[in-house]
């Protein structure tokens, strides 16, 4: 559908509840639009694209995602509101200031090393809280890490769950759901089904990896290859590609990738710990 029709529609459809004000991008599960409530408040309304709604059962995504209504949390984006209108299915976010991390990589490949660290371990604090909860993110991307002048804020947490466990086998087979191939944890490559909080993790590493080095640790014109990769290859040494990168960091990232989700960080909290020497609050250890 257009995007200029979507708005249209969208505005119609929430006219009595929020005013839409523009379209700002289309994610991998919706699409985006800055909008107001009625006191004024600055939000994010999104709207899952057409061709996933069908295939999801709308009153039990929307049971999913209300679950994470719970979370509050100073690092993730919380659920505001979410409805079914017009046959479009929609949810509601706070607007976060500030540029994805994606963007900010666009800037700037290689990150300077204390600020992707406290990033992560901004982002590793809100999924403490999720994982405390039972909730697992499942799609940890650069694209669902906002950078905000109060820190890095985690957006559309719960969303991919809530899609995973409401939809048809059309959308395992779309792909839409399962996550981004370059972030995925060998488990989900591998289609398992008892995903839970340690698949965050990896993903975590996936990122900050790249943040770091400018590449992620495996990619490649294959989605096919990349999926094998990280269930088989081990990645590439962290410092082989930023040699200013202090050996402890490296050996963190090195965990937080391992493929066995036993030998991973177990818990968000504890690589948090591990990585707050490297951040922009720590002394730059070696």
Do not use: C
């Not at 839409?20 to 919706?30: F, I, K, P, T």
């Amino acid at each position: 559908m257009p995007r200029r029709d979507l708005i249209e529609r969208v505005r119609k459809a929430l006219g009595d509840r929020y005013t839409v004000l523009n379209a700002v991008g289309r994610g991998g599960n919706a699409s985006i639009f800055a909008g107001q409530d009625h006191s004024g408040t600055f939000v994010a309304i999104k709207v899952l694209h057409p061709e996933l709604a069908v295939s999801v059962a709308a009153d039990r995504f929307l049971r999913e995602i209300r679950y994470t209504a719970q979370l509050n949390h100073p690092h993730i984006a919380r659920l505001m509101d979410s409805g079914e209108s017009d046959y479009l299915l929609w949810y509601v976010m706070p607007y976060v200031p500030g540029e994805t991390l994606r963007q900010a990589m666009r800037r700037q490949p290689q990150l300077a090393i204390p600020h992707a660290v406290s990033i992560a371990t901004d982002v590793l604090d809100a999924l403490e809280h999720a994982h405390a909860h039972g909730i697992a993110h499942r799609d940890i991307k650069p694209d669902n890490i906002v950078v905000s002048p109060d820190g890095a804020v985690l957006v559309d947490l719960g969303i991919a769950r809530a899609i995973a466990t409401s939809g048809d086998d059309r959308v395992t087979r779309s792909g839409f759901v399962v996550g981004t191939e370059e972030y995925m944890s060998p488990e989900q490559a591998a289609g398992a089904p008892d995903v839970d909080g340690r698949t965050d993790i990896y993903s975590l590493g996936i990122v900050l990896f790249e943040s770091i080095a400018g590449r992620p640790p495996f990619s490649s014109a294959s989605a096919a290859a990349v999926l094998d990769m990280h269930q088989h290859a081990p990645p590439p040494d962290l410092r082989g590609l930023r040699r200013d990168a202090p050996k402890g960091l490296a050996t963190v990232l090195a965990r937080a990738l391992a493929k066995p989700r036993a030998d991973r960080w177990q818990r968000a909290t504890d690589m948090r710990q591990a990585l707050l020497p490297y951040g922009e609050r720590g002394a730059g250890a070696s």
